[in-house]
């Protein structure tokens, strides 16, 4: 009988490609994917650790797997991911019941590791740089994706003082460029039309390895055919470059929006930060990227709270939301992280304040968002279909080229980029109609 699993992933895009590896290298192991928790014989939590609150939410969920694992003789419990590096050995100490706890290197090492957790042995995979076939292992994909994810990098060696990223992914290591294109045909091949190069600083791509630079490898992915759309996640505002830049106005499968994390508009918090830019050398490289691609559209990660953050600081990070108008951004209270320098910076800012500012940051950003929204009404924007509406009432959804997610009706169009029309705005969604 074939056996089956379910992964919860937490986290960001990394954790969510790195589960449909884990579901690909299961499937070759003859399991299944359970389509609910009860269902399955094995849980994979594919866990985050970048804010403490992540943390608790993976400890919460684990305690509930303890009863579940007692309900049915023979299942399993792992525990993947970025928790699961830090805590290793740990981890096991605080949730015995966990079978398997393997680490953001050991993916590929999963169908052994399960094979002998059924035999009742145990495992705590967590060495670094261990797992040599991580990249061979293609992401599962259904059929009919549009749009797909692929990694072009791991690790980072940025060292952010509040960042948990390089302790627990690694060094950064770049994949040569001769697999990710290799990749990016065979998605195009399965019907694939946008592809998401991910990355935890894309423009730092190949530095180390001397593979091509990422903008080289832009050029080359916008010559696959049928690739309409390309889009990268993260980019490094220090790293973006001049070249990278004027692509923007050669190459129209380049989408038109870039997620450019700001952090904070204060660049005495940026300093203490170690981001590596300033202020203005960060508007200078969006006012670039204007004038490369009139129209382009922003988004940004905001952290407020940083250790000795004045109220002075604050209102620069605002500052500079006004001036960049953002179409959307993820904001986070600062939450010191084991082992990096922010946690040992002390001045912290009462939590109290740095929760008011985190909702007037946030309220800035809605009424920035709605407003870019409620512009749209009446536009007609080309759609790249990704599936049934949420609420299945027979719409589709998809995105446009500045990433807005648009719910709209059918007309009987084919294939899966179409021209909708906007009738109307959400607040964080459009709704249309498509075009006959
Ligand atoms: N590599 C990306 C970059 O440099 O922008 C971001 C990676 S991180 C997974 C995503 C976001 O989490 C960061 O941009 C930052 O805003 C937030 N973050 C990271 N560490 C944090 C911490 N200790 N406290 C609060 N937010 C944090
Ligand atoms: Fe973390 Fe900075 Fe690396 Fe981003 S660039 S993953 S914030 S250390």
Same mark, same amino acid.
């Given at each position: 009988?074939?056996?089956?699993?379910?992964?919860?992933?937490?986290?960001?895009?990394?954790?969510?490609?790195?589960?449909?590896?884990?579901?690909?290298?299961? /499937?070759?192991?003859?399991?299944?994917?359970?389509?609910?928790?009860?269902?399955?014989?094995?849980?994979?939590?594919?866990?985050?650790?970048?804010?403490?609150?992540?943390? #608790?939410?993976? =400890?919460?969920?684990?305690?509930?797997?303890?009863?579940?694992?007692?309900?049915?003789?023979?299942?399993?419990?792992?525990?993947?991911?970025?928790?699961?590096?830090?805590?290793?050995?740990?981890?096991?100490?605080?949730?015995?019941?966990?079978?398997?706890? !393997?680490?953001?290197?050991?993916?590929?090492?999963?169908?052994?590791?399960?094979?002998?957790?059924?035999?009742?042995?145990?495992?705590?995979?967590?060495?670094?740089?261990?797992?040599?076939?991580?990249?061979?292992?293609?992401?599962?994909?259904?059929?009919?994706?549009?749009?797909?994810?692929?990694?072009?990098?791991?690790?980072?060696? +940025?060292?952010?003082?509040?960042?948990?990223?390089?302790?627990?992914?690694?060094?950064?290591?770049?994949?040569?460029?001769?697999?990710?294109?290799?990749?990016?045909?065979?998605?195009?091949?399965?019907?694939? @039309?946008?592809? %998401?190069?991910?990355? #935890?600083?894309?423009?730092?791509?190949?530095?180390?390895?001397?593979?091509?630079? =990422?903008?080289?490898?832009?050029?080359?992915?916008?010559?696959?055919?049928?690739?309409?759309?390309?889009?990268?996640?993260?980019?490094?505002? @220090?790293?973006?470059?001049?070249?990278?830049?004027?692509?923007?106005?050669?190459?129209?499968?380049?989408?038109?929006?870039?997620?450019?994390?700001?952090?904070?508009?204060?660049?005495? %918090?940026?300093?203490?930060?170690?981001?590596?830019?300033?202020?203005?050398?960060?508007?200078?490289?969006?006012?670039?990227?204007?004038?490369?691609?009139?129209?382009?559209? =922003?988004?940004?990660?905001?952290?407020?709270?940083?250790?000795?953050?004045?109220?002075?600081? &604050?209102?620069?990070?605002?500052?500079?939301?006004?001036?960049?108008?953002?179409? /959307?951004? &993820?904001? &986070?209270? !600062?939450?010191? @992280?084991?082992?990096?320098?922010?946690?040992?910076?002390? +001045?912290?800012?009462?939590?109290?304040?740095?929760?008011?500012?985190?909702?007037?940051?946030?309220?800035? #950003?809605?009424?920035?968002?709605? #407003?870019?929204?409620?512009?749209?009404?009446?536009?007609?924007?080309?759609?790249?279909?990704?599936?049934?509406?949420?609420?299945?009432?027979?719409?589709?959804?998809?995105?446009?080229?500045? +990433?807005?997610?648009?719910? =709209?009706?059918?007309?009987?169009?084919?294939?899966?980029?179409? +021209?909708?029309?906007?009738?109307?705005?959400?607040?964080?969604?459009?709704?249309?109609?498509?075009?006959?």
């Amino acid at each position: 009988m074939r056996r089956s699993v379910f992964i919860k992933t937490f986290g960001c895009q990394m954790n969510a490609v790195d589960s449909a590896r884990m579901l690909s290298l299961l /499937s070759a192991a003859e399991y299944r994917s359970a389509p609910s928790l009860e269902e399955a014989d094995l849980v994979l939590l594919n866990t985050c650790s970048i804010r403490e609150k992540a943390d #608790q939410k993976i =400890f919460s969920e684990l305690g509930k797997l303890r009863r579940w694992k007692q309900r049915r003789e023979g299942r399993l419990v792992g525990v993947g991911g970025c928790l699961a590096q830090q805590a290793g050995e740990t981890l096991r100490e605080r949730a015995p019941h966990v079978d398997i706890v !393997f680490g953001t290197h050991n993916i590929a090492r999963l169908p052994e590791l399960v094979r002998k957790a059924r035999e009742r042995n145990p495992s705590v995979a967590v060495e670094m740089g261990g797992d040599t076939g991580h990249w061979e292992v293609a992401p599962y994909l259904p059929d009919g994706t549009s749009s797909a994810m692929v990694t072009i990098m791991q690790g980072c060696d +940025n060292f952010c003082a509040y960042c948990i990223v390089p302790l627990v992914r690694g060094p950064e290591v770049s994949r040569p460029a001769a697999d990710i294109l290799g990749e990016t045909r065979t998605l195009a091949d399965r019907g694939v @039309r946008e592809v %998401v190069l991910l990355g #935890q600083n894309v423009n730092s791509y190949g530095k180390k390895e001397r593979e091509i630079p =990422f903008h080289e490898l832009l050029r080359r992915i916008s010559a696959i055919e049928g690739i309409a759309r390309i889009r990268f996640i993260t980019s490094h505002p @220090r790293d973006l470059d001049e070249r990278t830049i004027g692509l923007f106005s050669e190459i129209g499968a380049l989408c038109p929006h870039v997620h450019l994390p700001l952090q904070s508009g204060s660049d005495r %918090v940026l300093s203490a930060m170690g981001r590596g830019y300033t202020r203005s050398e960060y508007l200078s490289k969006v006012d670039a990227l204007r004038s490369a691609r009139p129209g382009i559209r =922003f988004s940004s990660d905001f952290i407020v709270g940083f250790p000795g953050e004045t109220e002075e600081d &604050f209102l620069a990070t605002l500052d500079v939301m006004e001036a960049v108008r953002f179409d /959307s951004s &993820f904001s &986070f209270r !600062f939450s010191p @992280r084991p082992g990096t320098r922010a946690a040992d910076m002390g +001045n912290p800012v009462d939590p109290g304040i740095s929760g008011e500012r985190l909702r007037r940051l946030q309220s800035l #950003q809605d009424r920035h968002s709605r #407003q870019q929204l409620s512009g749209m009404a009446g536009k007609t924007v080309e759609v790249l279909v990704e599936g049934e509406s949420a609420r299945g009432d027979g719409r589709l959804c998809g995105r446009t080229p500045c +990433n807005k997610m648009v719910n =709209f009706v059918p007309a009987g169009g084919e294939g899966p980029l179409r +021209n909708i029309l906007v009738t109307s705005a959400g607040a964080h969604s459009l709704v249309g109609e498509e075009r006959g």
